[in-house]
């Protein structure tokens, strides 16, 4: 059985964008390690949103390079993403409704759990699968 890390944004994001070259060069070997299955990092939906925010708003990637490097490493195979396939279609809605990536987040999980969602944020919201309303 491989070692188990659950891994931070910063990791992700030096790997992802090698900035800082040196910080770059040790997040790479430790995914190279995972490509080797002697690692699996567990990554949260809530580290996740945070690269998502970041590559968007300082590296100022568009939707669709967001998603062209985050649907791979969430799909790749020593990497334990929680709620996988929920959080890839997130990604993918995102980029395809051009709103946030935690409100297509959030809608999805609200419309598993067939329940709505409270938000002021009606134009993002009127684009995405589920039901909304406005607080009362």
Known sequence: MSERLW???????????????????????????????DLTLALHPVVLAEVYWVLRSFYGYSAAEVAGVLVPLLSADGIDAADRELTIAAVELARDKRVDFVDALLALHAERASEPVCTFDAADFRRLPGRWSPPA
């Open 7 to 37: 891994v931070d944004a910063n990791v992700l994001l030096r790997y992802l964008t090698g900035d800082p070259p040196e910080q770059a060069k040790r997040s790479a070997a430790l995914i190279a390690r995972v490509e080797r299955g």
